[in-house]
């Protein structure tokens, strides 16, 4: 089912219901993805009302009339809209990749309205944590020998250079999973399009971050936070969400050994088994 409200500054943002239970709001990352590439999470439908939002910009949602809008740190307040609209003193929140920025920076602004947070291989910059080079490329050696690997190294290193182009995100794609199959092809493509364009570079841009003032306001958050990590995510490395969990008040981290930057794809039991239980 899919649904759409009015945010604080009039843009129509869309969302999709999966499954049935107490609601577990869920951001996608990319950026500038549509939610449906999160699926059902591994089956967690079965437990929880999957709320899946696309950003501004992106899928259901509408284009805003201001692009500055589409930055991480003022879509904020699109996330304050949504528990606003879902009629909810407080939910838990789970986060991907990008949108792990994005998750932090709320919970340092709304730290009363979170019951939970669960942050997967998320983006940690508004915590100022990052991967070390040395992480980087041990991480990334498993897969020096594919036949893809040349170019997608290539396409991911234009990535991190700045270059957000669709053809570079997806010649980057088979570093994001334990093997580029058939599945992994298929979930690659999905909640991508050119239109969306404009929410991926929107997101990062003229973002300033202050992890001390970040971090600071993070102790005022009383939700159990999860941090969870997969051991083949060059990206989000497990040292990574160990260094972020002692950061924050009430967090642990796990990590999926046979996972990379989409767990639920995949190790969809073990990201299930990670998650259920910090849910309940």
Known sequence: MTYSFTSYDGTRLGYRVLGSGPPLV???????????????LGGLDAQRRLVLLDPRGVGLSADPVDPATLRADRL??????????????QMDLLAHSAAGILATLYAAAYPERL?????????????????????????????SGEPWYPDA???????LGGELSRETFDASRPLFYRRWDAAAREHASVGVAERYQAAREGYGAGLVLDPTATQAALKNLTAPVLLLAGKLD???????????????P???AAVLETA???????????????VRPFLD
């Open 250 to 252: 009430h967090a642990s």
């Open 115 to 143: 019951s939970r947070l669960i942050l997967v291989t998320p983006g940690l910059a508004a915590l100022g944590v990052y991967p070390s080079e040395e992480q980087f490329d041990l991480v990334l050696e498993r897969l």
């Open 234 to 248: 060059s990206m989000v490395t497990p040292a990574m969400v160990r260094q972020a969990a002692a950061l924050l």
């Open 26 to 40: 869920c951001l996608p990352g990319g950026p500038g993805r549509a939610g449906e590439y999160l699926g059902d």
């Open 153 to 159: 190294r290539a396409a991911l290193d234009r990535i």
């Open 260 to 274: 990379a930057h989409f767990p639920w794809v995949d190790d969809a039991a073990g990201f299930a088994a990670a």
């Open 76 to 89: 904020v307040e699109d996330v304050e809209a949504l528990r606003r609209h879902l009629g909810v003193e």
